[in-house]
């Protein structure tokens, strides 16, 4: 009998471990399971930063034409729009290498009793940052038209805001900001706290006019520059 004690505790001791090494391994995935689950607590948000600026570059492209059956004729009478355009920049403060020829096109048929029919078509620009100079003399261009320029379909002034990359690191620090805020309260109202960023996405920068200011934001020096992201935190 006491031969085969040994035999027994030799049996046990094998059996033990493999007991321990079960419930080790049940609770090491039970507590693997426990972080995968807090893992996926998480919660998504939207968050959006806004800015008020002013446009920094003023576009104002003018488009004219003189129609006629001679070209030499047709041509005095742009060079004349020309120079009541360019006296109407001047008086405004604004230099010659502001303003430029930007395209001339001339086209030519003849009528049905074969008499030639020739226009010139031009566009002169004024590119300048000096945007309020620039709207002051637009609001000008009934003058233009009594002195016999004819402006056509493709003149207008575009507005421009080109520091959007000076004012992109503040704005998404806000937008991400506002999109904690709100998970927090959510956090709060469900017993939980907010962590860490598990997943963020910027949206796209957009510029459109301030409220009132007009139908777009070229239309006008008075911009707001808008970005939404959408950020994912962990829920501790």
């Known amino acids: 009998m006491s031969e085969d004690r040994p035999a027994l505790a030799t049996r046990l001791v094998p059996a033990a471990l493999i007991a321990v090494g079960i419930a080790a391994g049940g609770f090491l995935m039970g507590d ?45 009478k742009i060079d004349q729009d020309t120079k009541a355009i360019r006296a109407l920049l001047n008086a405004n403060g604004f230099k010659d290498d502001e303003i430029s020829v930007v395209g001339v096109n001339v086209s030519q048929f003849r009528n049905n009793d074969g008499s030639p029919n020739i226009t010139i078509r031009q566009r002169l620009q004024l590119r300048t940052p000096k945007v309020m100079q620039a709207k002051k003399a637009f609001a000008q261009q009934a003058d233009l038209v009594r002195q016999g320029v004819a ?38 109202d469900s017993g939980t706290s907010v962590g860490a960023i598990r997943q963020a996405t910027q949206g796209y920068f957009s510029i459109g006019a301030r409220d009132g200011e007009g139908s777009s934001g070229s239309d ?4 707001k520059v808008r970005v939404v992201t959408t950020i994912d935190f962990y829920l501790d």
């Open 32 to 76: 693997g399971l426990v972080r995968a689950r807090h893992a996926d607590r998480a919660v998504t948000m939207r968050g959006l930063a806004e800015r008020d600026v002013t446009a920094d570059l003023a576009t104002w492209t003018l488009a004219y034409s003189a129609n006629g059956p001679d070209l030499a004729g047709n041509q005095a």
């Open 151 to 188: 402006l056509e379909d493709g003149s207008g002034m575009t507005y421009s805001f080109t520091k959007l990359n000076d004012v992109k690191p503040a704005m998404i620090a806000a937008a991400t900001r506002d999109a904690r805020a709100a998970a927090e309260q959510f956090a709060k």
């Open 220 to 223: 006008t020096p008075f911009q």
